[in-house]
């Protein structure tokens, strides 16, 4: 799981086992996630990586390959997130499933944010695993096939990156995971889900 908490500079030893490979991409990961709470992610730049990090530039791109490649690696983490997020508030029979779906898209800014400034990375990340997690927590109150489950997350991704964008148009930063952003989202993955239960 990638932490919003920074971490600690590496002394700079060369990985050698994939155990320690593996330790420092999770340190890249966690310096790029931390990075990401006061920058956009369209704006985040190898350098800022590699000085929070602790790093040269070569060192970041000899571990983790591109900026890009963390960018994706944090976004599979904060999918992951949000779903177990969702998973929880479904528990809550009061609240419909797209008012559900937009509340926990809106309070991860990080994910939101990714989504909308790098809808290229969807096409590089493979997202069956987080599509299958998906599917298991609506089951109980959307049972959707494979086409429609496909369908609803191009939908989730074309309506976040849309609400967003406009969202963060006025904002320096990360625009606030305000009502209007919900309300927004909650209507628009209503009248979806609706077509896909017609």
């Given at each position: 799981?990638?932490?919003?908490n920074?971490?600690a500079?590496?002394?700079?030893?060369?990985?050698?086992?994939?155990?320690q490979?593996?330790?420092?991409?999770?340190?890249?990961?966690?310096?790029?996630?931390?990075l990401?709470?006061?920058?956009?992610?369209s704006?985040?730049?190898?350098?800022?990586i590699?000085?929070?990090?602790?790093?040269?530039k070569?060192?970041?791109?000899?571990?983790?390959?591109?900026?890009?490649?963390?960018?994706l690696?944090?976004?599979?983490?904060?999918?992951?997130?949000?779903?177990a997020?969702?998973d929880?508030?479904?528990?809550?029979?009061?609240?419909?499933?797209?008012?559900?779906?937009?509340?926990?898209?809106?309070?991860?800014?990080?994910?939101?944010d990714?989504?909308?400034?790098?809808?290229v990375?969807?096409?590089?990340l493979?997202p069956?695993?987080?599509?299958?997690?998906?599917?298991?927590?609506l089951?109980?109150?959307?049972?959707?096939?494979?086409?429609?489950?496909?369908?609803?997350?191009?939908a989730?991704?074309?309506?976040v990156?849309?609400?967003?964008?406009?969202?963060?148009?006025?904002?320096?930063?990360?625009?606030e995971?305000?009502?209007?952003?919900?309300?927004?989202?909650?209507?628009l993955?209503?009248?979806?889900?609706?077509g896909?239960?017609?």
């Open positions: 799981m990638v932490s919003a920074p971490p500079a590496l002394a700079f030893v060369r990985a050698r086992s994939p155990q490979r593996d330790e420092r991409v999770r340190h890249l990961a966690h310096a790029t996630r931390a990401l709470d006061d920058t956009r992610a704006e985040l730049t190898l350098g800022e590699a000085a929070a990090a602790g790093l040269a070569s060192g970041v791109l000899r571990y983790a390959g591109s900026r890009e490649a963390l960018l690696l944090v976004m599979y983490h904060e999918h992951l997130g949000w779903v997020d969702l929880a508030h479904l528990a809550d029979e009061q609240r419909s499933l797209a008012k559900a779906l937009a509340h926990t898209l809106a309070q991860r800014p990080v994910l939101c990714l989504i909308s400034a790098a809808p990375l969807m096409n590089r493979a069956r695993d987080v599509e299958d997690r998906l599917n298991e927590t089951q109980p109150r959307l049972p959707l096939d494979r086409q429609q489950l496909v369908l609803l997350t191009a989730i991704h074309a309506f990156g849309a609400v967003w964008g406009w969202a963060a148009i006025d904002s320096d930063t990360q625009p995971p305000g009502t209007d952003l919900e309300l927004a989202l909650a209507a993955l209503h009248t979806f889900i609706a896909l239960q017609a």
